[in-house]
Structure formats: structure tokens, C-alpha cells
């Protein structure tokens, strides 16, 4: 009778096992996507509501370039931008090397930890109003936060998920999906044969980025600071999920 409860029991905890590495290889293919939403609401809030891209650090040297060019007044932002997403990117380094984690454990902790940067960025925003003056210190601190947020997305895909395509720089993105397109629809030897999987998560970022740049529109329209709400909300989201597929 010993024997029978022990086999039953490693069995039930066999399948436990496999329908948690199940679970957790499900949500590593929907979660570029949501990170692409994410990043598309960050980015059209800060540009919106701040006058910075948050995710695109290329648009802020492009912008600086051509205020300087111009003679204009460039947002203090705008440059501190630069730095602040290369020590983001560091620190993010170097909590996943102080951690010891890798693989589905190190992804969780820099889930959270973006979680938890979009979460102050809300509550700074909505207690100060950045907004009102974004080429401010208070506008600065709160574009700032975002940038770290994003630098953090970028930083946990390279260490988290390195196959995955990148979820807020859409050109290589449109690119895959223009050559899948295509090599789909021509009668020839597909150029890109192989990648048909990788081309259709491209566009799938591709919808996700623009869902959130429009859904981002309409937030800081009629919700003004409140809108950084959604993407914290969407970014505690696989957070909560990894947790509970974990704990099972």
C-alpha cells in the first residue's frame, strides 16, 4: 500500500511538474507581445505627457540634434536620457548577477522589477503632475523612471528571453514581417525559410506596439497622469502569473 501512495504521488508530482514547464513555455510566447504593449503605452505617455521617448533613445538624439541645429530649447531630459538608460541597463546586470538566477527565476525578478519602476512612475505622476511642466526637475524625475523601466525591459529580454525579438524597436520587427509577407505570397523559394515562426512574433509586436500606442492616446486624453495606471496595471500582469504557475 506504501508502495502504490509513493508511486502515486511522484506521479501526480510528474505531472504538476510538466504542466508547470507547460505553463511557463506558454506565457514566454505571449509575453514579448504584452511587453511590446507596454512599451508602446510607456512610450506614447512620456512623449505625450513628458516631450521624451521613453523606449526609443535613437528619437531623443535625432530630437536633441535638431533642437541644437535650430537653436532651440532642448528638454534637460532629452539628454540625461542617455545615461540614465546605459546605468539602467547596468543595474539591471547587476541585480542579475547578485541574484544568481537564470532562466524562468532571473525573468520573473526583472518582471518585477519593471513592475515596480512603471508603479512609481504612476504614483510620482499622480501625485506631482508632472505633466504640467515637463521640462521641469519634477518632469525630468518622472521621464527618468520610465526610461529605467524600459532600459529594464530591454536588459531582462537579452538576459531573460534572447530569442525573442525586441519588443520596443519596431523597424527589424517590420522588417521580418514585410519579408515574410512576401516570401509567403511569392511562388519562388522562400528567402526566408526558417524563420516563419520568428516573422509571425514580429508581427505580433508589431500589432501589440501600435495597440498600446493607441490605447495610450486615448488614456492620456481623457485620464491625463492617471494614464501611466494601464501600463503598471499590464505589467503586473505577467508578474502575478509566474507567481502562481510557480507556487503550484
Known sequence: MKVLEA?????ETTRLHSWHLEHVAHSERWLPTMLSVIAGMVDL???????????????????????????????????????????????????AR?????????????????????????IFSVSTKPSANPDGLIGCIAAMMAVSAMACQFALLRLGLPVAPS?????????NAVLSFLDTTSRTQRLTAGHTARSNASLHLLVGFFGGYVVAAAAVTYLGDWAWSLPAVLAGVPVAVRMSAENL
Open 45 to 95: 505617455i512620456g512623449f505625450l505627457s513628458l516631450g521624451i521617448f521613453t523606449a526609443h533613445i535613437t528619437g531623443n538624439i535625432v530630437v536633441i540634434g535638431a533642437l541644437v541645429v535650430r537653436h532651440n530649447r532642448v528638454n534637460p531630459a532629452q539628454i540625461l536620457a542617455i545615461p540614465v538608460f546605459i546605468l539602467a541597463v547596468a543595474g539591471t546586470w547587476l541585480l
Open 7 to 11: 508511486t502515486i504521488e511522484v506521479t
Open 167 to 175: 519588443t520596443a524597436v519596431m523597424t527589424g520587427n517590420l522588417t
Open 98 to 122: 547578485a541574484s544568481g538566477r537564470s532562466g524562468p527565476g532571473l525573468l520573473r525578478l526583472l518582471l518585477l522589477v519593471q513592475f515596480l519602476l512603471l508603479t512609481c512612475v504612476l
